[in-house]
C-alpha cells in the first residue's frame, strides 16, 4: 500500500510540473502577444479575441499554433492596424511566419527579432518602418522570404545576410537605403527589382557604380 501511495504521489507531482510547464509556456507567448497589442491601434477590432486572461494564445484570432501549442504564425496582413514592432516578439521561440504586410506600422524593426531561429517568413512590405535593416537579422538561418519593401528604411543593406543560403525571395524596394549592394549568397541570384526605388543603393545589381 505504501509502495503504491508514493507512485500515485509521484504521478500526481508530474502531471502537476507538466500543466505548469505548459501554462508558463503559454503565459511567455501570451504575454509576448499581449505587448505587441499593446502597442498597437486597431480600429478594427481584429485583435478583440487577444485576452490575456486566456491561458493559451492559440484560441487567438489570426494565431496559429503547432501541435505542442507554440506560436508558429502570425497572420495580421490587411489589418489596418498603427503602431510599433515590439521586442517581446523574440519570445515567440517557434514561430515561422510573422506576416505583417500592408498595415500601419512605424517605428523601427526590433533587433531581437534575429532571435526567432525557426522564422521562415519575414513579412513586413508596404508599412512605415522607419530606421536600418537590423543585422540581426542575419542570424535567421531558416529564412526563406525577406519582404522589407514599401517603407522608409534607411541606411546600407548589411553585408552580414549574404550568409542566409536559404533566401529565396528578397525584397528591399522602394525604401530610402543608400550603398552597395552585396554581390554574394543570395544577393547573386535577385534581380534588380529586389532594390529598385532607392536611388542610393549603387552595384551591379542596380546599374550604379559605387
Not at 498597437?40 to 485576452?51: E, I, K
Not at 525571395?169 to 530610402?176: C, G, P, Y
Not at 535577385?190 to 542596380?206: E, I
Request: proline share 5%; net charge neutral.
Amino acid at each position: 500500500m505504501r509502495r503504491r501511495s508514493v507512485s500515485a504521489v509521484r504521478l500526481v507531482t508530474l502531471v502537476v510540473v507538466a500543466l505548469l510547464f505548459e501554462n508558463g509556456k503559454a503565459n511567455r507567448e501570451g504575454e509576448a502577444l499581449a505587448a505587441f497589442k499593446e502597442a498597437l491601434v486597431d480600429p478594427n477590432g481584429v485583435l478583440d479575441s487577444w485576452d490575456p486572461s486566456l491561458v493559451n494564445p492559440c484560441t487567438w484570432f489570426r494565431v496559429t499554433c503547432n501541435s505542442d501549442d507554440f506560436v508558429m504564425r502570425i497572420d495580421l496582413e490587411n489589418a489596418s492596424l498603427r503602431g510599433r514592432l515590439v521586442p517581446h516578439l523574440a519570445s515567440l521561440r517557434h514561430l515561422q511566419y510573422l506576416e505583417l504586410n500592408n498595415n500601419l506600422l512605424s517605428g523601427s524593426i526590433p533587433r531581437e527579432l534575429g532571435e526567432l531561429k525557426e522564422l521562415i517568413s519575414l513579412d513586413l512590405y508596404d508599412n512605415y518602418l522607419t530606421g536600418t535593416i537590423p543585422d540581426t537579422l542575419s542570424e535567421l538561418d531558416s529564412l526563406r522570404f525577406l519582404r522589407l519593401n514599401s517603407n522608409l528604411l534607411s541606411g546600407s543593406i548589411p553585408e552580414s545576410l549574404t550568409c542566409l543560403s536559404n533566401l529565396k525571395v528578397i525584397d528591399f524596394s522602394d525604401n530610402n537605403l543608400s550603398g552597395r549592394v552585396p554581390n554574394d549568397g543570395p544577393f547573386a541570384r535577385m534581380s534588380s527589382k529586389s532594390f529598385q526605388g532607392n536611388s542610393g543603393l549603387c552595384g551591379p545589381s542596380v546599374g550604379r557604380k559605387c
